[in-house]
């Protein structure tokens, strides 16, 4: 037997994974992935198309007026791209990170590898990027599809949702690490995505909210995303400056990470 | 095997490792060295600090004071690198059930930079090693504990440790089970493989041990070869007294003198002696007439009880 051979050779640290070995927990959970893949595209090409059948047909009849200038339809589908975006980088960043914790316990066993912690989270941030990527490049296609892009700026989009679900994903593994039941994850639902999904500019501009409500939205890193895939599609500049939207959501990925890492931290090293 | 970087070929040292908890102390200043190619072992009751103690070997856990050094490398600042020279095989499996058998080797493979090829081949290899070949294309889920026991230990040697860190390898496995993992353990330590185990089964470290430490309460209370802690702590051989009636008590005062040392139980007396069948004799001689007796070699069981007590540790 080999188990005895280990020599230079047979220790490799180069390649991609070894000096990105983030990359490593990026393919594990690919290989976890490939079981449900199919479920997974198939439901991501789903709800775009029901959406341009239900709004654009539906609704976008009682919404006569355009809104911002452009048909209603047009006016949505950036919004509801942000907003995908944003729901699949929750769902990705609570029930997988608390249960690798409480219930499979694969961090633990990545951590008594090389990984450092950064590489765990970084990994898993990957995976995320990963799956809203792909939903979203899913959700573009049919947008063209059905003629709602207005300008080649619409690529832009997919840069842009890998930094609105970085901004939410990265705070919420902070979170999701430091519950140990998965009812805590419901109350983030019912309490940021839910509201941020009604009121930060997806349905309807934010200037027709309240001021106290609006300056919610403002705060909320989904309005920055929305405006900003909206002025993406539509080819219009957004309501605020484009390098203000960036930095604030830079910062989200920032301050998020720091809390994520200590909070994974706290729970790795002990 | 990588030539043991320290002198004297001691891979693993540790001296006054503290681990504290808060205010609570789960590991209490010990002395360790674990010299490369031997089986060492942590022997003591639950709660002794032994998983505490393998943590701080394994770099996931910062000593609170105190000096470890493992393979020369300090594990406050060369944990990676430390790493990446460790098999760990912790207490509680933490196999993913949705993945197959072989994909949890190549995947854990991947975290230590082995590329795909090579993590593919090594698969199989230690498949075969464990004896789970058959199995390489289910998923762990529907796997027993023995099975599931056998793929961690095979986890564990994909990255051709240096040292193996098996934290009660065998508990919860029935005999047949047991037997199977203690084989394929021998087989690495005929093979030269560092190992570094706890348990708390006596016949586990009688098997497998070269050396090792009984710990309780955070401290090592002794430390040797099973033979030697046999012959420092124990007597040659055991004699197990039953006598019928209430209590074995009324029958110890009649035993005075037979014995090194006399333990009463509440359902029979223990005499530590050199010399079995003498003492059954002269037990006789006085006009005895226990109801059961049994003579037998000293265990590490005996050293284990004798050291740690018999109060029950839950
Ligand atoms: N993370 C922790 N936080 C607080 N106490 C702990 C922690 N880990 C272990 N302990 C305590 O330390 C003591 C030793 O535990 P452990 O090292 O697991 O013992 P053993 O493996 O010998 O059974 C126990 O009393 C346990 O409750
Ligand atoms: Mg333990």
């Known amino acids: ?270 | 095997m990588v030539e043991p970087v320290t002198r004297d070929g001691i891979l693993i040292q540790a001296r006054g490792l503290v681990k504290r908890f808060g205010d609570f102390t789960a590991v209490d200043g010990i002395d360790v060295d674990v010299r490369a190619g031997e089986a060492f072992g942590f022997l003591g009751p639950n709660g002794a600090g032994k998983s505490s103690t393998m943590r701080m070997v394994g770099c996931v856990s910062p000593p609170t004071d105190g000096e470890l050094q493992i393979m020369g490398m300090d594990p406050r600042r060369d944990g990676p690198a430390i790493r990446a020279r460790l098999g760990v095989c912790p207490q509680l499996d933490n196999l993913d059930p949705e993945l197959t058998v072989r994909e949890n080797l190549t995947t854990y493979a991947r975290y230590f930079g082995i590329p795909r090829r090579v993590a593919r081949e090594r698969a199989a290899e230690l498949l075969d090693f464990v004896q789970l070949a058959e199995r390489a294309g289910s998923k762990v889920e529907p796997l027993s504990g023995g099975m599931k026991r056998r793929l961690t230990i095979a986890r564990a040697m994909v990255n051709e440790p240096d040292i193996v860190l098996l934290d009660e390898p065998t508990t919860g496995l029935d005999p047949q089970a047991r037997h199977l993992v203690w084989e394929r353990l021998f087989r690495l330590k005929q093979q030269g493989v560092t190992l570094v185990l706890t348990t708390h089964y006596m016949d586990e470290a009688e098997q497998l041990c070269d050396r090792l430490v009984v710990m309780d309460g955070g401290r090592i209370v002794a430390e040797g070869s099973p033979r030697t802690l046999i012959e420092r702590y124990s007597t040659r051989e055991v004699v197990e007294l039953r006598f019928a009636g209430e209590t074995q008590e009324a029958f110890a005062g009649k035993l005075d003198g037979l014995a090194e040392r006399i333990e009463v139980l509440p359902d029979r007396i223990l005499l530590y002696v050199t010399d079995g069948d003498g003492a059954v004799a002269e037990v006789h001689a006085r006009a005895l007439t226990p109801a059961s007796v049994l003579v037998r070699r000293s265990s590490l069981e005996d050293v284990f009880l004798h050291l740690t007590g018999r109060t029950l540790v839950d």
């Not at chain 1, 990545?110 to 990527?133: C, E, K, N």
């Not at chain 1, 909206?230 to 500049?237: D, F, K």
């Open chain 1, 1 to 270: 037997m080999a188990l005895l051979e280990a020599t230079a050779a047979t220790r490799p640290q180069a390649g991609l994974v070894g000096r990105f070995p983030a990359l490593a927990v990026l393919e594990y959970n690919l290989v976890a992935y490939r079981r449900t893949w199919r479920a997974g595209v198939f439901s991501s090409f789903l709800l775009p198309l029901l959406t341009m059948v239900g709004f654009g047909v539906g609704v976008g009849a009682y919404v006569e007026a355009p809104v911002a200038g452009v048909p209603y339809l047009d006016f949505l589908v950036p919004g509801l791209i942000a907003s995908t975006a944003l729901q699949v980088a929750i769902g990705e960043s609570t029930w997988p990170v608390l249960g690798n914790f409480e219930w499979i316990k694969i961090y633990f066993a990545q951590a008594s590898t090389p990984l450092r912690v950064a590489d765990i989270l970084g990994g898993q941030l990957g995976f995320v990027l990963f799956r809203v990527l792909t939903s979203s490049l899913a959700f573009l296609l049919v947008a063209a599809a059905f003629g709602t892009l207005h300008s080649p700026w619409a690529l832009a989009t997919l840069p842009l949702v890998a930094l609105i679900a970085a901004a939410v994903a990265v705070p919420v593994f902070a979170y999701s690490s430091s519950v140990r039941s998965d009812s805590y994850l419901a109350l983030l639902f019912r309490f940021a995505v839910i509201p941020m999904t009604l009121f930060a500019g997806v349905f309807f501009p934010v200037e027709s909210l309240p001021m106290v409500l609006r300056w919610l939205a403002y705060a909320s890193p989904l309005w920055h995303g929305v405006d900003l895939c909206r002025a993406a599609t539509l080819g219009v500049a957004p309501a605020w400056s484009v390098p203000g939207h960036l930095l604030y959501l830079a910062a989200w990925v920032a301050v998020g990470w720091w809390l994520a890492h200590s909070a994974f931290r706290r729970r790795l090293v002990v």
